[in-house]
């Protein structure tokens, strides 16, 4: 699976976003180091502090399923009946991110001519982990 193929995935994923309040769709693919793919959508709520972003669907579906290995997530979002443009995770998402995959995990996301790959630790420099407990 290149990284082309785990965005288009995440473009699909975002089909299933459920964004009554925002509007904002987004669709994230995650992919386990023995190549399995778990899919994840934003699911919002009429109280707001329950929204759960597309990349924790992602993770937490796929930890549910008792992987704990990941090699990469692809993000899409934006406006509800837009392309969308980069939809980069947010700090919460990234800080998940970094409770389940070594720095070099890749975050693949939107660019205007295909995708762009960034590294975990780029996204989330000196980061708070287990290490430091
Ligand atoms: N959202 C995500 O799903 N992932 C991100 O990385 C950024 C934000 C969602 C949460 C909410 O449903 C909507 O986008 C607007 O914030």
């Given at each position: 699976m290149?990284?082309?193929?785990?965005?288009?995935?995440?473009?699909?994923?975002?089909?299933?976003?459920?964004t009554p309040y925002s509007h904002f769709?987004?669709?994230?693919?995650?992919?386990?180091?023995?190549?399995?793919?778990y899919l994840g959508c934003n699911i919002e709520n009429a109280a707001y502090g329950a929204v759960n972003c597309a990349e924790?669907?992602?993770?937490?579906?796929?930890?549910c399923e008792g992987e704990r290995e990941f090699s990469a997530i692809a993000v899409a979002?934006?406006?509800e009946g837009e392309i969308g443009e980069i939809c980069a995770p947010c700090g919460i998402c990234r800080q998940v991110m970094a409770e389940f995959c070594a720095p070099d995990?890749?975050?693949v996301l939107g660019a205007e001519d295909g995708v762009k790959v960034y590294r975990l630790d780029e996204l989330l420099p000196l980061s708070f982990t287990k290490d430091n407990l």
């Open positions: 290149n990284h082309k193929e785990l965005y288009e995935l995440a473009v699909s994923a975002r089909e299933r976003a459920y769709t987004v669709g994230a693919a995650l992919l386990t180091t023995s190549g399995k793919v924790r669907t992602a993770f937490f579906t796929a930890i979002g934006g406006r995990f890749e975050v």
